[in-house]
Each structure stands twice: as C-alpha cells, then as structure tokens.
C-alpha cells in the first residue's frame, strides 16, 4: 500500500507542476518541438540483438531523453553569464536552508547567500522544470512498457544478452543480463539484469543530465563521482 501511495502521489506531483507551468508560463517553451533531433547514424541500434519491440520502446524513450537533455544545454546553460556559469561550477553545492527564522549557519553568512540568490535569479528553472516533466514521463512511459518483460522480450540475438550496448555518440550504454562494472560516467544506462557494482556517477548529473534504470539484480553503489 506504502507504494501505491508513493506513486499515485509523484504522478499526482507531476501533474501539478505541469499544470502551474502551463498556467504561468507561455506555451511555446512546454510545446517544443521534439521531432527534429538530429540523432547519430548508430541511433538505429542496428547490431544490439534487441527485438523489434524492444527497440521501438528504447528509441521513444532515448529521444525523450535527448529533447530533455538538449533543453537543459540550450535553455538553462547557453544563457548564463560567465560569472554565473563559473559560480555553480566552483559551488556545485551551493543551497539554501531557511529555517523559518534566519537562514542556516551552513549556508553561509548573509552576504554569500544574497551572492547565491543573485546567481540562482540568472538560471531559468522553470525550463528544468519542463525538462524534468518530459524525462519523468518518458521514464514512466518506458517503466510500463517492459514492467512485463521476460529476458526473450528484450532480445531476439541471444547470443548478445550479456552484451554491453553503447551509442557512444549520444552518452547512452544498454547493459544486458551480466555481472557488470560500471566505473566511467555516463548520460544514460539501462542495466537489464545481473549483480552490478557502480562506481561510476550512476545516474548523477555530471556536467549535464543523467539517467540510470536498473531492472533486476543485487546492486551496490559505490562512487565518489562529483
């Protein structure tokens, strides 16, 4: 029940940000349009060993990915002064904890917090707010395609299902049914299966956004990736 709670709430969550967003925000940045990507000729994922099936839900969810990711960079990082840009990437960290009263003593003295707020006033966070709307749905939408999946349903090459797949022009690793390792940083990885070690960001943004689902195993995270 606990979950069904859990879920029912972030969906319901979810459609509140985006109505507010919609309410008070124009529609042209909401209805971007996310059919012209210029995707890579690998895209195709042609040599993966993936059914048909399988493939068409990965290319849905991969161009979902790419639109919220390129709104990040375009939107949220092209705009930003020089001194903005270089503030967040020397306080990757940087926060603010009002306690109601005064503002924490973590956060720094008033006039590092006034400096934190006058940078965070430069970022367009309404269009990470989009951004994480689009990815959100596109996971969901992607969770219930193959929340009923048996290992046949994701590869018709069986030969390929331990594989590790990679569109390396776009950041994007599938994993299939082995015990991995994953130590480099990546955009976005699928592990469908199997014991996995991470030590890489495992889904932590680094320099832009990142993503990873995980389908099945006993699984340790392990990272010291900033």
């Known amino acids: 029940n606990a979950e069904l709670i859990i879920e029912e709430q972030q969906k319901t969550g979810i459609g509140v940000v985006k109505n507010l967003l919609r309410l008070f925000d124009d529609e042209d940045l909401y209805n971007w349009d996310t059919s012209i990507i210029n995707l890579p000729p690998d895209f195709k994922l042609d040599n993966s060993g993936f059914t048909e099936e399988y493939k068409k839900i990965l290319r849905a969810f991969i161009n979902s990915y790419i639109s919220a990711r390129n709104k990040i960079e375009k939107w949220v990082n092209a705009p930003l002064p020089d001194e903005t840009s270089d503030y967040f ?41 989009y951004a994480a709307i689009e990815l959100t749905e596109a996971i969901e939408r992607y969770a219930r395609a193959t929340q009923k999946f048996k290992r046949r349903d994701f590869y018709s090459d069986k030969s390929k299902a331990k594989d590790i797949f990679q569109i390396e022009s776009l950041g994007v690793a599938i ?37 990873v689902i995980d389908h099945n195993g006993n699984d340790v995270y392990n990272s010291d990736s900033r």
């Open 89 to 129: 990437k020397e306080n990757t960290a940087a926060y603010l904890l009002p306690d109601g009263e005064r503002m924490n003593s973590l956060t720094g003295n008033v006039d590092s917090q006034f400096e934190y707020i006058g940078h965070a006033r430069k970022v367009r966070c309404r269009t990470i707010f």
């Open 175 to 211: 994993s299939g049914f082995n015990n991995d390792t994953h130590s480099e940083n990546i955009g976005l990885l699928i592990d469908l299966g199997g014991n996995e070690l991470y030590t890489n960001n495992a889904g932590g943004s680094v320099g832009s956004v990142a993503v």
